[in-house]
DNA sequence: AAGTCGGGGCC
DNA sequence: GGCCCAGACTT
């Protein structure tokens, strides 16, 4: 039998989250911000709505516009994205409103939004639907798991992602689903969320669980399927903490962008290989070689998506007198926690455990709650 | 089709 | 520890 997309749009105006990018209760019938939604959908690539929703409101308040947005240097926007992770998202965040406002306003089709940087075919499809009502159906991994439950597919991700996306587009025969499309596409997105989990679903507060397959076979924790991956690889660095006792502050400089934390500000450092480095070969990479560089004890330890890295981390002052470099940039310790990424930010953590830092304030993001 | 991009929360 | 998440981009 067919899922009926309106009983789970009535399950949704019964038990939808109550999300800062959405309309407020209280606020009346007004038309849905496409900046608002669009910022919404890239904070969301690949991080969870309860990480995203105190950063949507900090991010708001800086940059209120698309036209504030667009007006902003770069720098200022990847220091505001720190500690989010994904950093190139920063940046095509960036570039794309500058071509949005230049244009004068977000295309309303999912083939206009799809062309700029930054909007993927997911990003498209949920700005067209959530803030200009376009029929269609953004496929995310809720969506999916949704789908391969609903209609026990076995293949498995991501092979199999073509056609979930299919039966979900689907949905959109039925008229109640057209006549909603943003609050079907955010239906399926809390389904997902709060009943249809991956882990321990609760199938008996499912309002589709009449028609589900997998659910009538008992069988949903286990869908969908996904392709087996591989081990992650261990890698090592080290970075170096050049304090400045005259000022109080530190060295940092600002990473290349297209690697990892692309464009974001960092302690420097050796490049990051499988090998661990020994003092000689870390120590080329200092910023003053020939300062007495002391090895700090413990390490830090981060995991990325597809490698661990364990960081050594190098402490030296600043002589008086000593030269600086152009595209130095010096920071108090709590300035730069609150810019750099969490990796950084640990390393930050792990000199002031070993009174290595010029000042005393204890480096943490001001706002991270 | 496969790799490269963070980080936090959960088990 | 591994797995998951309102994915995009490159080759």
New binding site residues.
Partial sequence: MTPSAAALLRWYDRHR?D?P??IPPGQGAGAPDPYRIWL???M????????VAPRFRRFLERFPSLEALAAAPESAVLEEW????????AR?LHACARRVAAAGGFPRDPAGL?A?????????A?VAAIAFGAPVV?V???V??VMARLFAVAAPL??ARPRLAALAQGLLAQAAARARPGDFA?AL??L??TVCT???PACGACPWREGCAAAARGEAEALPR??E????PHRHGAHFLLGDPASGRILLRRRPP?????G?LELPGTPWRDAPWSRDEALAHAPLPGLPWRLLPGSV??????F?LELALYAATLPAGAGTEAGWDWRSPAAAAAVV???M?RLLALAARGAALPSQAAPQRPD?A
């Fill in positions: 989250r999300l990018w959405r919404s959908e890239v969301l690539q690949q991080t969870t709505a309860a990480a720190a500690g989010l992770g994904y950093y190139a998202r095509n799809r700029l940087p930054g909007i993927g075919a997911y990003t498209a949920a953004p995310d991994a809720n999916e798991r991501p092979g955010q997105f809390d997902g969320a991956p882990r321990r996904r392709a991956r591989r081990a992650r297209g690697g990892p934390l692309g974001m330890r981060h995991g990325f998506t597809h661990t990424p969490t990796a930010r991270a």
